[in-house]
């Protein structure tokens, strides 16, 4: 599993978008697979958010990992993230666990025409859930790098012929690090372990002022963090609480996920220099390059 040293490259926050529907998160909603009945149900959120999206972002660049179907509901929602610049990445086609190397071979193949017209190379994993069996899959179908399970920033990996950019964590106790093989989710055993994954936007909601201090430090000692944010965290679908608040009450640990995280970004851009993912590994590997040459 080659490794390769990013400390040389200009620290900044790598930040994504996880661009979904607004239902994406509440897993009861998976088993609707008709994607005219889950369009009808986004109602229109994904077409509308990605404007207000741009705006909060101006001229600071992200990457964004759509799910496919909403470039088929609404193909100006594509067009418009690279229009503006930033990098437009594959989350999946229809958003639900996909671990079963079956039913990610059929999801990326659905995704090709897509993905294709806008040159996509970088993957996130739904629910940061991929398997090790996963990534020559994503070699094939042309893809060069993923940042689909937690990891300490500073981690650059090379799996099955793509690069691996995990999303951060940061350690809270103890000292041996775990395995860093696929699936490494946000789970009992990477928690347990002494690890907490500060850059999912579930730890953003729970404690933002703690995740802002971690990235300060972290960019200090010249590594790059990978955040994750979801568009409905940033820009509000209508009737968004009224919507979801049977879930909350089933399960209240989705509540960080419904929590406003429009001024963390603000603040986020305000502070801290930014980049998208794809281009700082342009820059690890081009500096790699250099230095082998």
């Known amino acids: 599993m080659?490794?390769?040293?990013?400390?040389?490259?200009?620290?900044?926050?790598?930040?994504?978008?996880?661009?979904?529907?607004?239902?994406?998160f509440i897993r009861r909603y998976d088993a609707i697979t008709a994607?005219?009945?889950?369009?009808?149900?986004?109602?229109?959120?994904?077409?509308?958010?990605?404007?207000?999206?741009?705006?909060?972002?101006?001229?600071?660049?992200?990457?964004?990992?759509?799910?496919?179907?909403i470039a088929e509901w609404y193909p100006e929602v594509p067009q418009k993230i690279v229009a503006a610049g930033h990098e437009l990445g594959l989350h999946c086609q229809i958003h639900r666990p996909l671990l079963s190397v079956s039913e990610l071979e059929k999801d990326i193949?659905?995704?090709?025409?897509?993905?294709?017209?806008?040159?996509?190379?970088?993957?996130?994993?739904p629910m940061v859930g991929i398997s090790e069996d996963a990534?020559?899959?994503?070699?094939?179908?042309?893809?060069?790098?993923?940042?689909?399970?937690?990891?300490?920033?500073?981690?650059?990996?090379?799996?099955?012929?793509?690069?691996?950019?995990?999303?951060?964590t940061t350690r809270?106790?103890?000292?041996?690090?775990?395995?860093?093989?696929?699936?490494?989710?946000?789970?009992l055993s990477l928690l347990f372990n002494g690890e907490m994954p500060y850059g999912s936007s579930f730890t953003i909601g729970m404690m933002n002022d703690i995740v802002f201090r971690l990235l300060e430090r972290d960019l200090k000692r010249g590594l790059s963090p990978v955040i994750i944010l979801h568009p409905y965290e940033l820009?509000?679908?209508?009737?968004?609480?009224?919507?979801?608040?049977?879930?909350?009450?089933?399960?209240?640990?989705?509540?960080?996920?419904?929590?406003?995280?429009?001024?963390f970004l603000k603040k986020l851009l305000?502070?801290?220099?930014?980049a998208p993912l794809g281009v700082y590994l342009d820059e690890v590997l081009s500096l790699q390059e250099a230095a082998h040459a």
Request: no cysteine; aromatic share 12%.
């Open 2 to 24: 080659p490794t390769i040293p990013t400390a040389s490259v200009s620290p900044r926050i790598l930040l994504s978008i996880d661009y979904e529907p607004w239902f994406a």
């Open 35 to 69: 994607s005219q009945a889950r369009q009808d149900l986004d109602g229109g959120y994904s077409r509308l958010a990605v404007d207000g999206i741009l705006e909060l972002l101006r001229d600071v660049k992200a990457s964004f990992y759509l799910v496919g179907e």
């Open 109 to 125: 193949h659905a995704s090709r025409s897509w993905r294709e017209q806008f040159n996509v190379r970088g993957y996130r994993a």
């Open 135 to 168: 990534y020559p899959l994503l070699r094939d179908a042309g893809l060069t790098y993923s940042s689909s399970i937690y990891a300490r920033p500073g981690t650059l990996l090379q799996k099955g012929g793509i690069w691996e950019l995990p999303v951060s």
């Open 172 to 187: 809270i106790f103890g000292q041996t690090e775990m395995s860093l093989v696929a699936p490494r989710d946000f789970s």
């Open 235 to 263: 820009v509000r679908p209508q009737n968004f609480l009224s919507r979801t608040i049977p879930d909350l009450l089933r399960h209240p640990e989705l509540l960080p996920f419904v929590f406003d995280k429009s001024k």
């Open 270 to 274: 305000q502070r801290f220099p930014v």
